[in-house]
């Protein structure tokens, strides 16, 4: 199992100004962690609740079906191109950066073992959409179309005009077959338009939120394209799972890590969370934890509605480059951060600093390895950040595996429920990302919205008047 450690987070190790006394805490706070975590099993298989996430770890029929299809496409394509955007690609990337070989596309289809090379689109930047179509055989490319609602302004206009593409290159009756999306069950227009154009189809499940998803179709489908272990991964969110059910705070990672996080920002004061791992393997986990986090946790209104604007804000970091941008911030700048360290015990390979230079101020390097000196670097830094009485916890995986993943991604998910029920608040909506929406609806024109639209160009109008 992936181990947490909090000792640099306590009074003890930075004093009572920065620190917690965390003993104390988990005590002052343990039936409130009983009830939580008790009320979020008990609630989880209740429709509405929005908790659906927490069974995917079980869903074999998913599993099956994705299996399934992965097998009967292997080797016909030689691109995977991903349309989403939020939930529906970040987890994916971060999966697959994580368990790929690295530089994977760059790989011959011998070393991929025949699994295809994978591109995701998460952004409608004109200009990175047209250079990737100016490279990709869209012939020998299967896309996977990935939306709940199915009218993702961004996603859907990717997929017009990748579908216009597909259906040029290949002819209407063959390009449907490049194609798979993942989609609402019953309802929406992506569901509809492949039903009518004879897609295949996966389900993007009921009560599961974008950024929950990663564990539906949603993620697993991709992963499974690439050759990556799907059930390696679900094995760690079980695992993972029958851990956090436990509702002992002194023996649950996610719990402890909760309330930490809590505490330090409405008692001490830190109010971004920093997320930095260790390994360039893990990079991308820190953009899926931020939409998580942020989503999750921004909120202006708590579940009675009063009014709070709560929310620790996240920040992406990775160890040892940003140790050469952020850390001078960290240490000398304003003591508002908590920092999260994630560590990798065994790296897949070891690199051996050759003995050259001796006679220079570098030959202390020789006869080590990039290992050594990484774990250095980590090491160095927490004490560093200790020093300046910077709070800082650190959670250590085995490996980089498929099991492993799954149980850090899991955690993440349970942590952030804890939290929102400690601000009090519904980590499940978004109803600000959902004004902005709406506004892009009206300005696109879409049917509906002409009140909207009129209203927004009116105050766009004054702002380019100041």
């Avoid at 994580?98 to 011959?108: D, G, T």
């Avoid at 206009?157 to 449907?176: P, S, W």
């Avoid at 394209?225 to 059910?245: F, P, Q, W, Y």
């Avoid at 992406?316 to 941008?325: I, N």
Wanted: glycine share 8%; with cysteine.
């Amino acid at each position: 199992m992936i181990k947490y450690d909090w000792r640099n987070a306590d009074e003890k190790i930075i004093g009572c100004e920065n620190g917690l006394n965390i003993n104390y805490e988990f005590e002052n706070y343990k039936e409130l962690i009983k009830n939580i975590i008790s009320d979020l099993n008990q609630r989880k298989d209740k429709p509405g609740q929005w908790l659906q996430w927490m069974n995917l770890g079980y869903n074999e029929e998913t599993l099956w079906y994705v299996k399934e299809y992965a097998s009967m496409v292997q080797g016909r394509f030689e691109n995977l191109l991903v349309l989403g955007i939020g939930g529906s690609a970040l987890g994916a990337i971060a999966i697959t950066e994580a368990l790929l070989k690295p530089y994977w596309n760059l790989l011959s289809p011998e070393q991929r073992n025949k699994y295809p090379r994978i591109f995701f689109l998460d952004n409608i930047d004109p200009d990175t959409i047209n250079g990737l179509l100016d490279i990709l055989d869209l012939k020998k490319t299967l896309v996977n179309v990935i939306t709940k609602s199915g009218d993702t302004a961004e996603t859907m206009a990717q997929f017009m005009v990748i579908k216009e593409r597909l259906e040029q290159e290949l002819g209407e009756d063959e390009y449907r077959k490049n194609i798979v999306a993942t989609t609402d069950k019953q309802t929406g227009v992506l569901r509809q338009i492949a039903e009518q154009e004879g897609y295949k189809t996966f389900v993007v499940p009921d009560d599961v939120g974008g950024r929950y998803s990663v564990f539906s179709a949603v993620g697993l489908l991709p992963l499974a394209l690439v050759g990556i272990d799907i059930d390696e991964i679900t094995n760690g969110i079980k695992d993972m799972d029958l851990a956090l059910k436990n509702t002992n705070i002194h023996e649950n990672i996610a719990a402890q890590n909760a309330l930490i996080h809590y505490l330090m920002d409405t008692q001490k004061g830190k109010n971004l969370s920093v997320l930095m791992p260790y390994s360039a393997k893990l990079k991308y986990i820190s953009d899926w934890f931020s939409q998580l986090w942020a989503e999750s946790l921004g909120k202006n209104k708590d579940i009675n509605d009063n009014d709070i604007c709560v929310g620790m804000t996240p920040v992406k970091a990775v160890g040892a480059t940003d140790q050469h941008s952020l850390l001078q911030l960290c240490n000398e700048g304003p003591n508002n951060k908590l920092i999260t360290f994630i560590r990798v015990e065994n790296f897949d390979t070891q690199l051996d600093i050759p003995k050259i230079f001796e006679y220079t101020g570098i030959g202390y390097l020789g006869g080590k390895t990039m290992n050594n000196l990484m774990d250095a670097e980590a090491d160095s830094t927490k004490v560093s950040l200790s020093d300046y009485s910077r709070p800082t916890v650190t959670v250590t995986l085995p490996k980089v595996d498929g099991y492993h993943i799954g149980q850090l991604l899991y955690m993440l998910e349970v942590q952030t429920a804890i939290a929102g029920a400690l601000y009090n608040i519904n980590s499940f909506n978004q109803p600000g990302v959902e004004q902005a929406i709406n506004y892009t609806y009206a300005l696109m024109g879409r049917a509906g919205y002409e009140d909207s639209a009129q209203t927004l160009q009116e105050r766009m109008n004054t702002f380019s008047a100041v």
